[in-house]
């Protein structure tokens, strides 16, 4: 009989990533303050985020051109928010910073990347659900009694 109350338990789904926008604090509310950094005036031009959602993982495509690893720096904040930020310091400077918001089942404890040429390869393992590990062990017969 418990079995069959946990397996009817309904969680809502994972929020999908979501990318801030760059007036928007970590916390997804609009930024009080009205400075912005020196950096600001030198963007990263031609750069881009792609967010994909897999089965057991995220995966972001950043694309930075006339970037090198070195000035590449990944961050996590309020264990929800991937900070990607890169830097080129060489004739004409250049700025990306991205922020991504991510929902209960991402684990950013296990986050990694690889880059080549100038594409950033981002992963993000998902965590099994909590509904799928309750149907799971649903298969299973009570303690105490023989199949």
């Known amino acids: 009989m ?3 109350a946990a397996s009817s ?3 809502p789904a994972p929020d999908p990533p979501t ?3 760059e007036d928007y604090s970590d916390n997804g509310r609009p930024s009080s303050s009205s400075g912005r950094s020196f950096l600001s ?3 990263a031009l031609d750069s881009t985020i792609e967010v994909h959602t897999l089965q057991h993982e995220y995966q972001l495509h950043v694309r930075l051109p006339g970037f090198s690893w070195d000035g590449i720096t990944l961050a996590t904040k309020r264990r929800h928010i991937l900070h990607v930020v890169a830097d080129r310091w060489d004739h004409g400077g250049g700025h ?6 991510f ?3 991402a684990d950013l404890t296990q986050v990694k990347a690889d880059f080549s040429s100038d594409l950033l390869r981002i992963s993000v393992p998902r965590r099994p659900s909590a509904i799928s590990s309750i ?3 649903s298969r ?3 303690i105490g009694r023989s199949s």
């Open 103 to 105: 929902g209960y089942d």
């Open 41 to 43: 005036s030198t963007p």
């Open 9 to 11: 338990v309904s969680y």
């Open 96 to 101: 990306f910073e991205r922020r991504v918001a």
């Open 140 to 142: 299973y017969a009570p």
């Open 135 to 137: 149907q799971t062990s």
């Open 19 to 21: 990318i801030l926008p």
């Open 2 to 4: 418990a079995n069959q």
